[in-house]
Structures are given as structure tokens and as C-alpha cells.
């Protein structure tokens, strides 16, 4: 599957992938991601997107699966706290998912059933399947074999993509699903595994994990740092210091840019009929209206009844 402009990322890709979660929150103005790219089998998933504006990409693995991230871009990116460099393939190691955070960029995520990789990796090596340990958090590969990497995934979606394989799987598909497998697994063996860093307390990924996780809960009601404090157990300076680690900005603020792209997203769904536009804010929270749309405006380029306007036209 190909779509040029993504209009609702999470419920387009997770039904597709094996993800709890994936979305993308906007946080400086400019256009929305464009050329998300899926390719989702029974050994191996594939998603690829293009950002062309400062925002944070946030990916959720299922327990039974295991995710990878490589990024390429002229501007800055971090990747689970982490500077991004496209020589390195980011696994989520002991950690959920990932948050990539930067300007405009192209970000993949690869995701795989942990069995199967544990099991391919330790027959290749010749050891046990309890002595491979998915705890790294970045693989080094050189330059070479970083490119060869790069270049045969897109060769792979690219193949996918024109024999609609999506739509009617068979050996075809079959034979991209493994070649992709074949990469990564030639990735991961060849590369220098950085060890995790270590933490007095939990890591920064967990922290702003579990603050989510107290944000989602509250449903667009109102939450304060007191709430994600208590809900990460951590002190207001701590959570600070991961929130700016993970996500470059402070945990309020970004919650604040993550309503108004939650408002866009339904916004998208709705259809133009009076009183969509306060429907829509008031689902994210968001109940200044005034304050609201001139927020709107000034992240994503057009207000509120613009995007539903057009989004509508469109259909």
C-alpha cells in the first residue's frame, strides 16, 4: 500500500501492522507527512514514511513482535533520546516502541515476530536462542553494508508496490517478505551492538511512556504535571529532563501540540456540517475555541473549517 498524503496515520497503519500504536504529533508548521509506504506479511512488516515538518512519529510494537528504525534527512533527528545517524539501524531493544523526533525526514520501521528472529539469529550464529538478547538499542553498521541495507528495502516495497501484492498475496509476496527478512537479519549480524546506557531510575522512554499512558486515560479531559508526575512516579524535574530527552520539549507542551493534531485527525473524518469544528476541538480537549483555531492555523497553515472543508471537497 502507497498513500500520498496521510490523513489519519494510526487507523490507516494499525489494522495493517502489528502495532498497539502509530502516530505522528506536529509540532512546528508546515505540510503533513506524505508517501506512507506499508508493506505487512505474516513474517515481516514494513512502514515507511516522509516528514516534511518538525514533528514527533511515535510507534508502539506488539508484545509478540520486535521493531527496528533506520532515518535518513538533512535535519536533525533523535530516535528514543538518541541523535540519529542513517549509519546506524535502531532497535527498540528493552523498550516498547520508538519516538522519532525532528524536522523533515524519512523515517522505516521494520517489525518482525520475536521468535523468528531469535530463532534465525541463533542458528546463524551457532549459539542457543536464550543467549540472544534484543536489549541493544542501536547497530552500527558500516557504511557499505548500511546502504546495501537501505537500498534492497526499497527495492523490496518498490517490487511490492507494483505487483499490488497487498491486494492478492501469494509466492510473490511470499519471496519480498523473505528477501526483507534476509536484510534485516544480514543488518543485525553484521552490525556492533551499542550497549544500553544505564539509569539510576527508569529510563527517560519509560517515563514519557507512562505519562502517555495517564494522557490517554484522560480521554481529552484536563491533565496537569501533578497527573504525570504521579503516574511516571517521578519528581516534576525528572520528568522534565525525559520529556526533553524523548520528545525536545517540555511534557505540557507537548501534550498541548498532540491535541491539536488529535483535532486535525478527527477533523479529517468528520463531515461539513455545523458544529464539527467545536465536535472535533472539544474531542482533544481543546475548549477555547478562539484560542483554538488560531493555534490550528498557525501549525498546520489553514483553520479549522478549512481542513473540514476540504477534506470533504476531496471525498
Not at 518538525?54 to 520486535?66: E, L, N, Q, R
Not at 558500516?142 to 501484492?165: N, V, W, Y
Not at 486535525?264 to 476541538?281: S, T
Request: some cysteine; charged content about 20%.
Amino acid at each position: 500500500m502507497r498513500i500520498d498524503e496521510v490523513g489519519d496515520y494510526r487507523s490507516t497503519v494499525e489494522p495493517l501492522l502489528p502495532l498497539s500504536e502509530a502516530s505522528v504529533v506536529q509540532v512546528q508548521p508546515g505540510p503533513p507527512p506524505t508517501n506512507l509506504s506499508v508493506f505487512s506479511s505474516d513474517k515481516i512488516s514494513v512502514l515507511g514514511v516522509h516528514h516534511h515538518a518538525a514533528s514527533i512519529g511515535i510507534v508502539v510494537t506488539k508484545p509478540d513482535c520486535f521493531s527496528f528504525m533506520w532515518w535518513d534527512g538533512q535535519q536533525d533527528c533523535m530516535i528514543n533520546g538518541e541523535t540519529a545517524r542513517n549509519t546506524v539501524l535502531y532497535s527498540q531493544g528493552a523498550h516498547d516502541g520508538f519516538h522519532a523526533v525532528g524536522g523533515a525526514r524519512r523515517t522505516m520501521g521494520i517489525a518482525v515476530r520475536r521468535k523468528d528472529l531469535i530463532g534465525t539469529v541463533a542458528a546463524l550464529g551457532g549459539i542457543g536462542p536464550e543467549d540472544v538478547l534484543l536489549n541493544q538499542t542501536a547497530l552500527e553498521l558500516p557504511a557499505e553494508a548500511a546502504a546495501r541495507f537501505r537500498t534492497g528495502i526499497d527495492f523490496c516495497l518498490k517490487q511490492s508496490l507494483e505487483h499490488g501484492m497487498h491486494e492478492a498475496p501469494g509466492v510473490d509476496a511470499k519471496n519480498q517478505s523473505e528477501a526483507i527478512f534476509g536484510l534485516l537479519v544480514d543488518a543485525y549480524l553484521c552490525s556492533t551492538r551499542k550497549k544500553l546506557r544505564k539509569y539510576r531510575g527508569d529510563p527517560p522512554e519509560k517515563i514519557v511512556r507512562l505519562a502517555e499512558e495517564r494522557f490517554f486515560a484522560s480521554q481529552g479531559a484536563p491533565v496537569s504535571l501533578a497527573d504525570l508526575c504521579i503516574a511516571a512516579g517521578v519528581s516534576q524535574a525528572t520528568l522534565y529532563r525525559a520529556f526533553q530527552s524523548v520528545c525536545d520539549m517540555p511534557p505540557l507542551a507537548y501534550f498541548h501540540k498532540r491535541r491539536l493534531t488529535d483535532a486535525r485527525r478527527v477533523l479529517m473524518k468528520l463531515p461539513a456540517k455545523r458544529g464539527n469544528v467545536k465536535q472535533a476541538a472539544y474531542s482533544a480537549g481543546l475548549t477555547e475555541l478562539g484560542r483554538f483555531s488560531v493555534e490550528y492555523r498557525q501549525l498546520f497553515g489553514e483553520t479549522p473549517l478549512a481542513t473540514l472543508n476540504r477534506k470533504n471537497a476531496e471525498n
